[in-house]
């Protein structure tokens, strides 16, 4: 017998679509599938030597995916040591596994002795407590950086300077935009062990020539399920020594509070703080807060916040030396479009009024790019910048005018949309297309291997379908039954603005043909790459299977995209023939 495909050859094969059957699918489906395909490719049904040694290939294929890799040795009614080579889809608790964790977890080491009269549900245990020891050995090379950098800038004198009640004729024709003040804080954590992790934060500010910074450590252990505590050490040159105790529980699962004491050195004496935050689930999208500070800023506050997909809504009410305010806020997520966002709110207290407005963008897969405006009395207007870089931020809050003038809040409004459309164009959207290309081409390179032998794979169950595939038309149109009379699966270009782009289509009508039983083709919700005869034409692009077919005579059309399951004739398009 041939020697079976290596792991390597099978790292990404889905072994559901390779059986074209469905994941939910039972061990009677699964048995069906699997011998079908084992009639098709036994090697014993083919004498042409070149035909039998792609047939022997094709088989062993078919028989990992369902009966795995058997070592000598072992027997399905003992004790094993290793669950890699038991049958995949056709053993309960491999498969649970492979539902789970695909290949990679079939492949995990350190698996004990396991009874074969376990359950799923105690295979996947076991899967999950080797998962965790990997995770603690793992630990020590991890860190998890976050950094805020804000640059404040002032540039009242834009609007300022043209202000009815002030003119300065001897001053310099140009506006004088300065930076005011600027704030870097950078932290990094480090896991000890699974409960133990040890945080270095630091910090540097300076506003109008004067600054400091200060640098602080914690160590926070994770005591239970229900909560964790941190004690925090920090230094300063413009703070004395802190010393803090954060402490986190969940009282029921709905509610939990969060406790931060903390002890102020400095030279006017030992300033003490207490913060405690009481949070309750109201509902699955919502949460209701009550805060408590006592200190040199003793406050109350109360707020609650409502989640959703298309909206995030909060409303606070707080009362406290020296500010008291109420507070509400709205912002819409756009179905149609997750990556835009606007909002707005409104800010009331004994200090005035604040009307804030803005939207924020994602501009590629780990940046977010937003700004707001900010209208208030006595503030005035600003406009406040933010993008966010996987765990960095960049803010830059621009104060425009300290009065409410029209013409600072419409620049500070239209500016910015101008801004980002010019750059999304000329910039952002070049930069994306060209980075998207570079990683296709990336993944064509890596893949090019691999695809093929897919390919030749593909080949040689198109050869070895050919006698079935006969007998099943004949079938067919003996019956006037389901005839495929084309198929294509790949990049279809439809649109004319997208006539440069490249048609990457495989004909697939023989392996689809070879899929018909009973005048009916039903194709699962996977990718059709993984179907017997199929392979991808075209790698981390979008691709469709369109299909052209004859059912009692009468000529359909039908198109899928890759993953959607497809079911004819029921699914079907009659062509007009006039046309």
Known sequence: MATALSEEELDNEDYYSLLNVRREASSEELKAAYRRLCMLYHPDKHRDPELKSQAERLFNLVHQAYEGQWRAGLCRNILVTDIRFLGVLSDPQTRAIYDIYGKRGLEMEGWEVVERRRTPAEIREEF?????EREERRLQQRTNPK?????GVDATDLFDRYDEEYEDVSGSSFPQIEINKMHISQSIEAPLTATDTAILSGSLSTQNGNGGGSINFALRRVTSAKG?????FGAGDLQGPLFGLKLFRNLTPRCFVTTNCALQFSSRGIRP???TVLARNLDKNTVGYLQWRWGIQSAMNTSIVRDTKTSHFTVALQLGIPHSFALISYQHKFQDDDQTRVKGSLKAGFF??????GAERKISRHSVLGAAVSVGVPQGVSLKVKLNRASQT??????LTDQLLPSAMFYAT?????????MHRLIIKPYLRAQKEKELEKQRESAATDVLQKKQEAESAVRLMQESVRRIIEAEESRMGLIIVNAWYGKFVNDKSRKSEKVKVIDVTVPLQCLVKDSKLILTE?????LPGFYDPCVGEEKNLKVLYQFRGVLHQVMVLDSEALRIPKQSHRIDTDG
């Open 526 to 530: 996977a990718s059709k790459a993984g």
């Open 394 to 399: 960049y803010f830059f809050p621009i104060h």
């Open 128 to 132: 999950e407590r080797l998962q965790r």
């Open 352 to 357: 005035g009024t604040v009307v804030e407005y």
């Open 273 to 275: 703080g207490l913060t």
């Open 147 to 151: 950094g805020t950098i804000s640059v």
């Open 414 to 422: 239209v500016g910015p949309l101008v801004v980002y459309f010019a």
């Open 228 to 232: 964790w505590g941190e004690l925090e």
